[in-house]
């Protein structure tokens, strides 16, 4: 299938309910995301080799310094409270008792850390909407790993979320050792992130 250069498809609904029940009824094909934004259903096609071979490194790099309990998933939607919307986080660590439960619903807040890697068609919402949703979702640690930024490949760590707000623990650039605070503390290796 090929996909077109365009923006992805918006639905918007007319109540929490009625965008709710059309996300979960969507038939999305393989690959492809379907989230919901700031009240918007979002619907992008499987993300480039480069943004999913630093997911793919990152989910590699974390399993070893993931605390007794947990674990790192992709493909995972996550709520985000106050009718922001369900996210699909590139990474997210979850405890594995969480996954088990038998409920539908997985909650942002639930989450020790977040993972984003942008690409050229989501990089805003990666850098405002989601930082602002998981902020507000009370998600302790989000990490932007930001490929297409302006001044060149920038990675941050954003934690310590009140009133919906994150602080900036860290920025560095691609190659920089990522400082990963507690539960983690661990330095997570970025030497060979693709740019761009």
Known sequence: MSVPAVEPPYIRGETWDELLRTWEALDVPEGWKAEIIEGYIIVRPAPSKPHTYIASKLHRRLLPVLPEGWDVYQNVDVRIPLRSGVFQPDLVV???????????????????????????????????????????????????????????????????????????????????????????????????????
Do not use: C
Not at 105 to 111: F, H, I, R, S
Not at 144 to 166: C, H, K, M, N, W
């Open 94 to 196: 979850l405890p594995e008792a969480l996954m088990l439960d038998g409920t539908p619903e997985t909650q942002a807040g639930d989450a020790a850390l977040v993972v984003e890697v942008t690409s050229r068609g989501n990089a805003g919402r990666d850098r405002v909407e989601k930082l602002a949703g998981y902020a507000r979702a009370g998600v302790p640690l989000y990490l932007l790993v930001d490929r297409v930024a302006s001044q060149g490949p920038v990675i941050t760590l954003f934690g310590e979320p009140r009133s919906g707000v994150y602080r900036t623990l860290w920025t560095g650039k691609f190659g920089d050792p990522i400082p990963l605070p507690d539960p983690f503390e661990h330095a997570i290796d970025s030497s060979d992130f693709p740019a761009g």
